[in-house]
C-alpha cells in the first residue's frame, strides 16, 4: 500500500503536464475541490454522524496544520507550474530531513549523527537544484518546491505531538482553504471538459488514494521502512513527464536529486538498523 501511495502521489506532475489550457490556479481551485470532496466522503463514514465534533475535535493544533496544509498545496502547484517535475519531488524528498531538524529545533527532539549528515547532504543536493533553477530560470518554482518541504515538515511535527487527536478533518479543509485562497486568482471557471476531469480525477488519484494508502500502509509498515518505501513516487514522478510529454530533467537537477535520495535512503537505512538492534537488544 506505501508504494502504491507513492505511486499515486507521482501522478500530479503528469496530471499537471497534460492540461490542455487550465492555469495553476484554475488547477488549483477544481483539484481542490475534489480533495474535500473526497475526504468528506470518507470523514462522514468514518464520523458516523459525528461530523461536526470530529472536526471540532482537532483543536487549534489542527487548525495549524490546516493552514500548513492548504500553503504546502499552493506551493505544490505553482512549483510544477514554475520549475520541472522531478526538481519538485526531489527537493519534496528531502521532508523526512527537514522535519527531524524542526523537531530538533523547535520541539528539542532528539537527531541522530547519521541523520545530521543526511540533513547536511540533502540541503547541499537542494543548493545544488537551486543553483540550477538560476542558472535556467526556474528560480521561482524551485523556490515554490523548498516551501512544501518546510510545512510539511512542520505539519508532521505537530500532528506526532498531538497524536491523540484525530486529524482526518485536516485534508478536507486544508482543501477547502487552498480553493478559498484560489478562487479570486482564478481568470474563469470554465473549463473543457478534459482539463476539469483531469482535475477531479487528480484530487482523487493523487492526493486522495494517494494519502489514504500511505496513511493505511504505514500502519502495517514501521515509519523508517515505509519513508523508504514511499520513495516510489521520485522514481516514478519524473519518469512519467519524460515518458509521456518528454520533459528531461537537467544535470542540475538529477546530480542534487541524486544527492538528497542518497540522504533520505541512508537516513532510512540507518534508523531501520536502530530499529532492529533496539528489538534485539530486548
Known amino acids: 500500500m506505501v508504494i502504491g501511495a507513492g505511486v499515486c502521489l507521482a501522478t500530479g506532475g503528469l496530471f499537471m503536464r497534460t492540461m490542455d489550457a487550465a492555469d495553476g490556479w484554475q488547477v488549483l481551485f477544481f483539484r481542490s475541490l475534489s480533495v474535500a470532496a473526497f475526504f468528506g466522503v470518507v470523514l462522514a463514514f468514518r464520523s458516523r454522524g459525528h461530523l ?32 520541472t517535475v522531478a526538481n519538485v519531488v526531489f527537493i519534496l524528498s528531502a521532508t523526512p530531513m527537514v522535519t527531524a531538524f524542526l523537531g530538533w529545533a523547535f520541539m528539542g527532539e532528539k537527531v541522530w549523527t547519521s541523520t545530521w549528515l543526511a540533513i547536511l547532504l540533502a540541503m547541499a543536493g537542494i543548493g545544488v537544484m537551486v543553483a540550477g533553477g538560476l542558472a535556467f530560470g526556474h528560480m521561482t518554482g524551485v523556490l ?19 497524536a491523540q487527536r484525530d486529524m482526518m478533518p485536516v485534508p478536507p479543509l486544508a482543501a ?34 494517494g494519502f489514504l494508502l500511505m496513511t493505511l500502509g504505514a500502519r502495517h509498515v514501521p515509519a523508517n521502512e515505509a519513508g ?48 532492529r538492534l533496539a528489538r534485539v537488544a530486548v
Not at 515554490?144 to 498531538?162: N, Q, W
Not at 485562497?181 to 480525477?201: E, K, N, Q, S, W
Not at 544527492?259 to 537505512?269: H, I, P, T
Open 144 to 162: 515554490l518546491a523548498c516551501v512544501v518541504p518546510l510545512t510539511y515538515g512542520f505539519m508532521i511535527a505537530m500532528v506526532r505531538h498531538s
Open 176 to 209: 477547502l482553504l487552498s480553493a478559498a485562497i484560489a478562487a479570486p486568482m482564478v481568470g474563469d471557471f470554465a473549463l473543457g471538459t478534459g482539463d476539469f476531469v483531469r482535475c477531479m480525477v487528480m484530487g482523487v488519484v493523487q492526493s486522495g488514494m
Open 52 to 83: 461536526l465534533p470530529t472536526v471540532r475535535g482537532i483543536g487549534k493544533i489542527g487548525a495549524l496544520v490546516v493552514v500548513l496544509n492548504g500553503i504546502g498545496s499552493i506551493c505544490y502547484i505553482q512549483a510544477v507550474v514554475h520549475t
Open 228 to 275: 523508504l518505501l514511499a520513495l516510489s513516487e521520485i522514481a516514478v514522478a519524473p519518469l512519467l513527464v519524460w515518458v509521456f510529454v518528454n520533459e528531461v530533467p537537467a544535470a542540475a537537477t538529477l546530480l542534487g536529486g541524486a544527492m538528497v535520495v542518497v540522504a533520505v535512503v541512508a537516513n532510512a537505512l540507518a534508523g531501520i538498523r536502530r530499529d
